[in-house]
Each structure stands twice: as structure tokens, then as C-alpha cells.
């Protein structure tokens, strides 16, 4: 008769194709991303990062009141705290910028007034708090380990621009481009940090608890760390005449190339062509390595030697994801190498906040099964005799 443990059919490796959760949020397929049955593509070209932060809270676009009404909130959040400055200060002398922004934004749940409170209303006023308050700490942490004071948010400014000027981004087109960025990074359906989100929620923890431990699933280089990676990889390549014998050596040792492949996406990811357009834009006026270049040889070059490597691995390649030009585009901007995947961050916690209210509002914990593999039957040896 089979045992217990035999009769458990274990799920593919990583989950792949495992629908987990239902959602009403998003929508990913290949070559389609659709945010509450809105296309990317038009929200990406029209919309304003606010519109689209509202978008996913609450389900539907809003009105022209709403919108004003939701960036007066936001406006009203931006400032830090003198507690949150304090200890972004003390993070910021030897912290990455990930470390820096998930430790503030985890130590802001002891201050927030509704902390601990799951219920819809408290946990969307959070949000509009989280999302007020990330630019703030992310640009602050920039100033800082430069030995510059914070600049205080500007209430005349939009979300995109009122980041790219307390960041002390000069380049004309920073607004614009970061507004878009951010609205591409928006949200993501259940991807890792999502996920992670999702489970923590489904425990009724709070926001804040949630939020921090999907911090800790974006940092990985194979979800949004893969931002910082790709600029260490084309740092490392360093012209457009290494990249044959740099690929040629990463195949050789099964190198993942950051900003290649994804669970999802098999032949193209939709937010990959409004990044690339971006960063080829923005390299003409750019004084230092020829990034870009870099990157389109990459591109043609790992193509080029798809028959060299596993069927899987191939496969794999065949797609850009939206990390590999995001690392450019803001390099181009002006933000230093190692703050790509904050950005990130700084775009995703809407998404994060809407799937976390989605999770509380038709809640069970999430409690998958193993499938033991490890030894039976052993017997305990006391420590004399061992
Ligand atoms: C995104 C990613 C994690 C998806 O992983 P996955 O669906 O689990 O794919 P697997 O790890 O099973 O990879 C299958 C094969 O492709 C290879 N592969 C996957 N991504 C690769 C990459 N970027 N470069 C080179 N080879 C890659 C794997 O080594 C594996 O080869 P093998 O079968 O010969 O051992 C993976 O493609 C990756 O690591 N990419 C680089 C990091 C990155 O850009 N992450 C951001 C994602 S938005």
C-alpha cells in the first residue's frame, strides 16, 4: 500500500505553471501585460504614475476629483518623520540602497497610526502612505552617502518629478522617463516579491510586515536585483569589442546573463520596447561608455550562439525582460549603477499594496506541502555516545 508521502504529487520545480491565486489586479501572458484590463502599452504612453497607483488600489481609473484628491494625499505623505530621518541617516553610512529602503520602510510601521489594522480602509491609507514616502528615503539615501542634506519634497511637483528633483537629477527628460519606468514596474501579477507579499498577508500580518519581506524577494538577482546586475555585467564588458569573448566565456561557465529570460514571458516582455527605445534615446547624450552599444551586441551576440547552448537555456534567452534596458535608461538619467532595483522598488509597491489588500479582503492562509525526501527510521544516539 502507498505510504502517505508517496501518494503526494509534488508540483513542478519553482512552481512553474502553477496557478497559485486568483486576482482581479493584473494580468500576464507572453507579450501581454493588462493592469485591471488596461494594456500597458497605453498606460505607459498616457497615464500619470499616480493615475496608475490609484488604478490598482481601488480597480478603475479615476475621475478628474479622484485624481486630485489621491495626489493631495500623497503630496501630504512624502515627508519623513525626524525618527524615519534619523535612522535612514545612521543606515545610510555603510547600507546598499535596498537595505537602506526596506529598513525604513519596515521601521515605519511603529510609527504608523493604523498599524496592525487589516481593514480596507486603514490598509489602503497605508498604502498611499508607502507610496508617498519610498521616493522620499530612496532620494534622501542618494543625497546622503554623497555627504548631501535630504532636499524636501516639492508640493508642486508630480510623483516622477518631485523624485527626480529631491534626487538631484538634472537631466531634462528625468520626470518624464522615471514617470514611465515607474508605471512599467508598477505591477506584475504573482512574481516572486509579489508572492512573497501574498504569503505573508495570508498570515494576517500587516502591511508593513508584508511589504518588508517582499523587499527581501526583489533584492535576488533573479527577480529585481537583476537591474544592479546588469549594470555590473556591462560595467564588466566595458566596450562594445568585449562582448564575443565575454559571452562566449559565460556560456562556457553557464552564466545568467542579467536582464535574459523569464518565467512568463517566452517570445517578447512588453515593457522591454519602451525601455530600450529609452536607453538608445538617451546614449546620444551620453558622455561615458557606450552602454547601449554594449547591450544591442550583447543581444545579437548570446543569438547568435543559442545553438551552443541547452534546448532550456536556448529558450531562455530568446527574451530581453524589463530589467536590461531599466538598468541603462536610469544610468543614463544619472542614478549610480547600484540603484536600479530600488527604483524598482519604488514603482512595485503599488502593485505589492494592492495584492495585499486583494489577499485580506478573501483571506486563507497560504500553506503549501513538501515532499519529504530526507532519511527514515534513524535512531536518536545520546551525545556520550556519539
Ligand atoms: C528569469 C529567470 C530567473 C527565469 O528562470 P527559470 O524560468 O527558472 O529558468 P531556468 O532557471 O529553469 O533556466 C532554464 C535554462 O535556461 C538557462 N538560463 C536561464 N536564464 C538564463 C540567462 N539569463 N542567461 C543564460 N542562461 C539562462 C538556465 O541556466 C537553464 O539552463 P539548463 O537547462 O541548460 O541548465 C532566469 O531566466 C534568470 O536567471 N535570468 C537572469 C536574471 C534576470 O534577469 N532576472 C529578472 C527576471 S524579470
Given at each position: 500500500m502507498a505510504t502517505e508521502s508517496q501518494q503526494k504529487t509534488p508540483s513542478p520545480r519553482g512552481l512553474e505553471g502553477v496557478v497559485a491565486a486568483q486576482t482581479a489586479i493584473c494580468k500576464v501572458e507572453d507579450n501581454l501585460l493588462v493592469y485591471r484590463g488596461y494594456p500597458i502599452e497605453q498606460l505607459a504612453a498616457k497615464a500619470d504614475y499616480e493615475e496608475v497607483a490609484y488604478l490598482l488600489l481601488n480597480g478603475d481609473l479615476p475621475t478628474r476629483d479622484q485624481l486630485r484628491d489621491f495626489k493631495a494625499e500623497l503630496i501630504k505623505h512624502r515627508a519623513l518623520s525626524p525618527f524615519l530621518r534619523n535612522i535612514l541617516q545612521e543606515a545610510s553610512e555603510n547600507g546598499t540602497p535596498m537595505d537602506v529602503l526596506r529598513t525604513v520602510v519596515s521601521a515605519s510601521a511603529t510609527e504608523d497610526p493604523a498599524e496592525g489594522d487589516?481593514?480596507?480602509?486603514a490598509e489602503y491609507q497605508k498604502s498611499v502612505r508607502l507610496t508617498a514616502k519610498m521616493p522620499t528615503i530612496l532620494a534622501a539615501y542618494m543625497r546622503r552617502r554623497k555627504g548631501q542634506q535630504p532636499v524636501p519634497p516639492d508640493a508642486s511637483l508630480g510623483h516622477a518629478a518631485n523624485f527626480a528633483r529631491m534626487a538631484g537629477l538634472e537631466h531634462?527628460?528625468?520626470?518624464?522617463?522615471?514617470?514611465?519606468?515607474?508605471i512599467l514596474q508598477a505591477e506584475h501579477g504573482l512574481n516572486a516579491s509579489t508572492f512573497t507579499a501574498r504569503i505573508?498577508?495570508?498570515?494576517?500580518?500587516?502591511?508593513?510586515?508584508?511589504?518588508?519581506?517582499?523587499?527581501?524577494a526583489l533584492?535576488?538577482?533573479?527577480?529585481?536585483g537583476a537591474t544592479d546586475g546588469t549594470m555590473k555585467m556591462l560595467e564588466e564588458i566595458?566596450?562594445?569589442?568585449?562582448?564575443?569573448?565575454?559571452?562566449?566565456?559565460?556560456?562556457?561557465?553557464?552564466?545568467?546573463?542579467p536582464g535574459f529570460g523569464h518565467r512568463v514571458y517566452k517570445t517578447e516582455d512588453p515593457r522591454a520596447k519602451f525601455l530600450r527605445n529609452f536607453a538608445r534615446?538617451?546614449?546620444?547624450?551620453?558622455?561615458g561608455p557606450r552602454y547601449f552599444d554594449i547591450q544591442e551586441k550583447l543581444?545579437?551576440?548570446?543569438?547568435?550562439?543559442?545553438?551552443?547552448?541547452?534546448?532550456?537555456?536556448?529558450?531562455?534567452v530568446n527574451v530581453v525582460n524589463v530589467d536590461f534596458f531599466a538598468a541603462t535608461t536610469y544610468t543614463f538619467l544619472g542614478i549610480p549603477a547600484d540603484l536600479g532595483t530600488s527604483i524598482f522598488a519604488v514603482g512595485r509597491i503599488a502593485g505589492w499594496s494592492a495584492h495585499i489588500m486583494e489577499q485580506h479582503g478573501d483571506n486563507r492562509l497560504i500553506r503549501p506541502e513538501s515532499e519529504y525526501t530526507g532519511p527514515v527510521g534513524k535512531r536518536y544516539i545520546p551525545i556520550a555516545e556519539r
Open positions: 487589516n481593514s480596507r480602509e531634462p527628460r528625468a520626470a518624464e522617463i522615471l514617470n514611465v519606468c515607474f505573508v498577508a495570508a498570515t494576517n500580518a500587516d502591511i508593513h510586515a508584508a511589504v518588508t519581506a517582499a523587499f527581501g533584492k535576488g538577482p533573479l527577480h529585481g566595458g566596450s562594445p569589442d568585449h562582448v564575443d569573448s565575454f559571452v562566449e566565456k559565460g556560456i562556457e561557465r553557464k552564466f545568467l546573463f534615446e538617451l546614449q546620444k547624450d551620453w558622455k543581444v545579437d551576440a548570446i543569438a547568435a550562439r543559442r545553438p551552443k547552448m541547452s534546448p532550456a537555456a536556448a529558450a531562455k
